[in-house]
């Protein structure tokens, strides 16, 4: 039977790890795929984390099964980090995914068991694996403009345009923060005209904030999704603790529903409960009871913010040096715009033929559409980095 299977493409991301595995090269650089790396290249277990972990291994004294939705707590706790106080509490339904991609995926099945047909408008580009299950799972993807190649900023103009064709029963996807793959974000006056278009064309937002508190700050990263929430009759949030608690292996995501209509709720929550049974039944639990933990406990809550606010600090020192190192040996300031960007990634807008180029001459390892991870340099490395993109020609 399965002898019918046909290959399946590679995942573009997680191929570039295993190329840049089997590179010998001792100076090669890989700012491929979306993990925070200290200045030695190690992606540390926050001491947070470790705490919790510590404090549950003593404490814990079950296994059993949580709930369908996971752990309530866990959804209060991460519905207080999302959300704030924008929404009531009970206007939203919440269900523990594995990890942020599991939320994504759960609220596309959702979508499409409400509106089977339901296009999803995508920004131009987004995170691959968005695309890829989409298409997966058969739904339509219309794309919007989103980045600007000459200024390497977002073309709000031309996205709210492309968005102007939502209507009632569509989807457009946002990413809440720190833009995945450009590093591209709107301001705070442009997300207030995406929200009065939605306003308009009564199209639903899907959120996905998978980068709170490597951008802005953990309470600013949150501010256009909390805005939205409070602004739409609906909204769908799909929020990940895979990078900002550094627990990636972990599985730790929440699908969020919220609806000004509170009675909804019941109706949401039961469907989201019954989505995870047929998919996976019962969400992973480590992660989410470590998140638990930090959140609710003060001192532990302090020093996550703190080591979350240095990772954050030593991202933005990373995109200040490469900047400067990149205008002092291009002597222009074309590449300004690496210091505007935030989160863990910038689109550097070149060439996939420039890529290869910088991989085959000078061991850099990007994904093709020219995206970084800021947060695999260190200052050693971003020197390296600078030059060899000017010596390639960019
Ligand atoms: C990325 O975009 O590199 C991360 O979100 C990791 C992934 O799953 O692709």
Redesign the pocket.
Known sequence: MLETLQPQPA?K??ALVQAYREDPRETKIDL????YKDATGLTPVMRAVKAAEHKLWEEQDTKVYTGLAGDPAFADAMINLVLGDAVARDSVAAAATPG??GAVRQAFELIQMARPDARIFVSDPT???HLSILKYLGMQVVPYRYFDNDSRGVDAQGMLDDLAQAKEGDVILLHGCCH??TGANLSAPEWDAVIALLQKTGATPMIDI?YQGFGDGLEADAAATRKVAFSVPECLIAASC?KNFGIYRERTGLLMAVSADQSARGLNQGTLAYLNRQNFSFPPDHGARLVTMILTDPTLRADWQAELEEVRQTMLGLRTQLATELQQRAGSDRFGFLAQHRGM?SRLGTTPEMVEKLRADHAVYMVGDSRM?IAGLNAQTVPILAQAIVEVGI
């Not at 491929?32 to 993990?35: K, N, Q």
């Open positions: 995942d991301i997680l491929g795929v979306g993990v942020g991609t995170w691959p694996n995945n793959p998978a895979s990634f991870n």
